[in-house]
């Protein structure tokens, strides 16, 4: 038997940060990954791999449009098995960052699937016991019913980040965030894309009308065909063959299920006694579970599926270990869809405030931006919502570098501060965040 002061099942995003600060805090650490390789969804097969193809299509974009500067470009040919092996060098180097950094801090790795038993943990048939136990175990696609993934014909977001070969023609069924950040890579890479969604909008679960809008803007750009109000009903390998819910079918090399994610969570902690309610891991507002000195976070508890939230959660988790109360407080959280150009928001949408009279809406479209012009990149709007006090409410930003710009708002947005300060601040002239001053500024 071995002792800890604190045991984390998961080096995801939630886990390994939660692991930083306690081990910072003169803490013993374990950590129990059940994969070959830390980092959890986000470094391996989610956010860093998505990214660094998102990069490649930027580029390949950037080259396609250079004759309106002037440039004579030409886009020869596209390598895949060279932009397969970037994705991989990328996502090796970051991982083995963030090894590196465990190590240094010395927090100890056992690998091998984990699971609670009489409040200790045993990896590999070996007992662990701790003062804490923190659960970070993750999610893993969803799938959809009576159509499994195949890794061949159908496969999941993480079997196309391996392929090496561009599929001729590929359905996503799910007009998600991963579905349409899937949609902008295989269309610029070259693929015929058909998107599928059975909500009558893309990006329904966002509850955000601009973002949605916009998106589909981006997307059918890219000549992607968007197919709403209708599901994915079967998928027939030979001939290749997408049967949907309304009778229609379409032809694909590739049927990729983007319908979401569900929480991976083991069997043994129902037998602990830890509570989970719609499917999630049920905690307090502190992430502790419903056993005491057992907390989890991170995509295994109920709230939006994000890197950062997952980050947020340890760094709760974490402070109330240390004996510092926190909370959680999810009203805020930001994020952004990574399509070209990306989309991003933080707080209330005007979807949410319903045309009140008690708030006050700030817009600017890029056009208006001389960088923006500049660039080329004139397409998108910046909004800002406060109440009728001018605290910021909310933001949502559609445009290129959105993803960059709205920090400059999120600090207001989750400390409730003034628009006042924003614009009365001297920016930087010409850049693309004087959008967010002269939107407030024109009002």
């Known amino acids: 038997m071995k002792k800890y002061d604190d045991i984390i099942i998961g080096s995801g995003t939630c886990g390994y940060r939660a692991a930083e600060i306690l081990a910072d805090a003169g803490r013993s650490v374990l950590i129990a990954e059940k994969n070959d390789t830390v980092g959890g969804v986000c470094l391996n097969w989610g956010c860093i791999p998505t990214k660094a193809y998102i990069n490649v299509c930027e580029n390949i974009l950037s080259i ?142 966002l509850g955000n009308a601009l973002i949605s809008q916009q998106t589909e803007k981006y997307l059918r750009k890219l000549r992607v065909r968007i197919v709403t109000g209708t ?39 129902a037998e602990e006694g830890i509570e989970t309610e719609n499917g999630f891991i049920k905690t307090d507002r502190s992430k502790k579970t419903s056993v005491n000195n057992i907390y989890a976070g ?28 926190r909370e959680y407080d999810y009203s805020f959280m930001p994020y952004s869809v990574f399509t070209i150009p990306p989309s991003s928001s933080a707080g209330l949408t005007l979807d949410d405030i319903e045309n009140r009279q008690d708030y006050i809406i700030y817009e600017k479209q890029y056009a208006a931006s001389g960088r923006a012009a500049a660039m080329g990149k004139r397409e998108g709007i910046c909004r800002i919502i406060t109440d009728s006090d001018g605290i910021v409410k909310g933001a949502t930003i559609t445009g290129h570098e959105s993803d960059s710009i709205i920090h400059e708002l999120l600090p207001f947005i989750q400390f409730g501060k003034s628009i006042e300060d924003i614009g009365s601040t001297v920016h930087i002239h010409p850049t693309l965040s004087e959008l967010i001053f002269e939107a407030i500024n024109d009002y």
Not at 251 to 262: H, M
Not at 302 to 314: E, I, T, V
């Open 64 to 205: 396609k449009d250079m004759k309106r500067f002037g440039i004579a470009a030409t886009l020869d040919s596209i390598d895949m098995d060279k932009i397969h092996s970037f994705k991989n060098r990328t996502v090796k180097m970051v991982v083995r960052g963030l090894e590196k950094t465990l190590k240094e801090k010395g927090i100890d790795i056992v690998r091998g699937e984990a699971s609670i038993e009489g409040g200790s943990v045993i990896i590999n048939n070996e007992q662990y016991t701790s003062e804490n136990i923190i659960i970070a175990t993750g999610s893993r696609p969803k799938g959809l019913r009576g159509i499994e993934a195949d890794s061949e014909f159908i496969i999941t977001s993480r079997d196309a980040l391996d392929l090496t070969d561009i599929p001729a023609k590929i359905v996503i069924a799910g007009a998600g965030v991963i579905g349409v950040e899937m949609a902008t890579v295989f269309a610029v890479l070259g693929s015929d894309v058909t998107i599928v969604e059975y909500m009558d909008s893309i990006l329904p679960a």
């Open 231 to 269: 599901g994915t009903q079967s998928a027939d390998r030979q001939p290749g063959i997408i049967t949907l819910t309304d009778g229609s079918e379409q032809a694909a090399d590739k049927l990729l299920l983007a319908t979401g994610r569900e929480p991976v969570i083991h069997q043994s902690l």
């Open 298 to 325: 991170g995509d295994c508890t109920d709230g939006p599926m994000l890197a950062h939230r997952a980050y947020y959660d340890g760094e709760i988790i974490a402070g109330n270990i240390l004996g510092n109360r």
